[in-house]
């Protein structure tokens, strides 16, 4: 069974830039894992953020972006603002159809 | 607008059965493939269930298989989650979301609360 591990908190200053990463136990993470990033707030459902690695919804703002950062996925944030404090989760898609969330990073805006 | 309400939530006992419903609205349903997801209290997301746009094919997380059935009723803007032999370890916020092309997750619902308890 692989796990997705990603950071279990993070800090960034408003203004700041910041990185968050998804890795995979079974290996690098690639193109092929699709990779999505998700923000939920407390009390809401998750927004999906980022799709196919680093393909946006019309509602992502222009500061988040997603890439390959060596053998992880990444989600960087530049010039955070206060509202991106909230839980952030990558999920990958293995070839097999299994289908795992990260276990969230929790963002703080300081 | 695009709208995901899910419905069917509320209190069962170990072993009991319960059927998610998530109603859709705003857009074209039969075009677009869906996912169940759920929340444990103060948790992590949990994939749990794929269907395609026809109702075929079909995935499920190892935690679920054998014991929830996804489907889906194009007529009705309808998907469902049957939920059987359910355990404390399945209390949890249950949310749909929707896809479209090649891509899994877009829009969310609000989710529904299922509380397994004795």
């Known amino acids: 069974q692989a796990v997705v591990t990603q950071e279990p908190s993070l800090t960034v200053s408003p203004g700041g830039t910041v990185t968050l990463t998804c890795g995979s136990s079974t290996g690098a993470v690639t193109s092929n894992h699709y990779t999505y990033w998700f923000q939920q707030k407390p009390g809401q459902a998750p927004r999906t953020l980022i799709y196919?690695?680093?393909n946006k919804r019309p509602w992502t703002p222009a500061r988040f972006s997603g890439s390959l950062l060596g053998d992880k996925a990444a989600l960087t944030l530049s010039g955070a603002q206060p509202e991106d404090e909230a839980v952030y989760y990558c999920f990958l898609s293995y070839s097999d159809a299994r289908w795992m969330f990260g276990g969230g990073t929790r963002l703080t805006v300081l | 607008e695009v709208q995901l309400v899910e419905s069917g939530g509320g209190f069962v006992q170990p072993g009991g059965s319960l059927r998610l419903s998530c109603t859709a609205s705003g857009f074209t349903f039969s075009s677009c493939n869906m996912n169940w997801v759920r929340q444990a209290p103060g948790q992590g997301l949990e994939w749990l269930s794929y269907i395609s746009e026809s109702g075929s094919p079909t995935f499920y997380a190892d935690s679920v298989k054998g014991r929830f059935t996804i489907s889906r009723d194009n007529a009705k803007n309808s998907l469902f989650l049957e939920m059987n032999s359910l355990t404390v370890e399945d209390t949890a916020v249950y949310y749909c979301?929707?896809?479209?092309?090649?891509?899994?997750?877009?829009?969310w619902g609000q989710g529904t609360l299922v509380s397994v308890s004795s």
């Open positions: 196919d690695t680093s």
């Open positions: 979301a929707r896809g479209e092309g090649s891509s899994w997750f877009r829009d």
